[in-house]
Nanobody
Framework: QVQLVESGGGLVQAGGSLRLSCAASGRTFSTDTMAWFRQAPGKEREFVAY????????YYKDSVKGRFTISRDNAKNTMYLQMNSLKPEDTAVYYC?????????????????WGQGTQVTVSS
């Protein structure tokens, strides 16, 4: 059974930074596409970024390009999301997710396993 555990969330002022981590157990995820999603109160869960397993190519939601960086350390079975220049509209619960195989997945149904989420709150 695959388990993902997010950490690193918290309260930060606008313009600040946070680094989220997603640790995987029960599976070696080096070939999986991994992603971050987020869900704000009253809104649907939305795609933030993904990183593919083999080549490590990345893709971002437009509103986070240039501010967020997704990365992975396959030796540690861990994925990261470095978030800089945070804005109040980035406030949400952030989830990591994994997809068996590759593709260009930006929809929630395209992912096979999920973490429980970590809260990020950006104050103005």
């Amino acid at each position: 059974q695959v388990q993902l555990v997010e950490s690193g969330g918290g309260l930060v002022q606008a313009g600040g930074s946070l680094r989220l981590s997603c640790a995987a157990s029960g599976r070696t995820f080096s070939t999986d596409t991994m992603a971050w999603f987020r869900q704000a109160p009253g809104k649907e869960r939305e795609f933030v970024a993904y990183i593919r397993g083999s080549a490590g190519s990345t893709y971002y939601k437009d509103s986070v390009k240039g501010r967020f960086t997704i990365s992975r350390d396959n030796a540690k079975n861990t994925m990261y999301l470095q978030m800089n220049s945070l804005k109040p509209e980035d406030t949400a619960v952030y989830y990591c997710a994994g997809r068996l195989g590759t593709g260009w997945p930006t929809r929630t149904y395209e992912y096979n396993y999920w973490g429980q989420g970590t809260q990020v709150t950006v104050s103005s």
